[in-house]
Nanobody, 120 residues
Framework: QVQLVESGGGLVQPGGSLRLSCAAS????????MGWYRQAPGKQRELVAA???????NYADSVKGRFTISRDNAKNTVYLQMNSLKPEDTAVYYC??????????????WGQGTQVTVSS
């Protein structure tokens, strides 16, 4: 069994910063890509940023230059540093990991989500 546990969400004023963390644990053989998605009320879930096992990164146009994704392979953890936050960044942020379990199955796992609210 695999679990993704997120932390770091909260309330921040426009222009502020937050850092999200997501740690994967359990029966993990290896992790391919890890990423962050978000879903605002009434909207579809969208990709925010992703990082491969080779440290290649991909960002949504709306966050380029403001957000930075990174990973610590030794800790099976992915981070999202969010700077210059805007009210439109308000959403529930979900961690995703594309990984191989020790049972030999490849699957995409999701975290439970963490709320980020940008408001004055």
């Amino acid at each position: 069994q695999v679990q993704l546990v997120e932390s770091g969400g909260g309330l921040v004023q426009p222009g502020g910063s937050l850092r999200l963390s997501c740690a994967a644990s359990g029966s993990i053989l290896s992790i391919n890509a890890m990423g962050w998605y978000r879903q605002a009320p009434g909207k579809q879930r969208e990709l925010v940023a992703a990082v491969t096992s080779g440290d290649s990164t991909n960002y949504a146009d709306s966050v380029k230059g403001r957000f930075t994704i990174s990973r610590d392979n030794a800790k099976n953890t992915v981070y999202l540093q969010m700077n210059s936050l805007k009210p439109e960044d308000t959403a529930v942020y979900y961690c995703n990991a594309d990984l191989w379990s020790r049972l030999g199955r490849r699957y995409a796992y999701w975290g439970q989500g963490t709320q980020v609210t940008v408001s004055s």
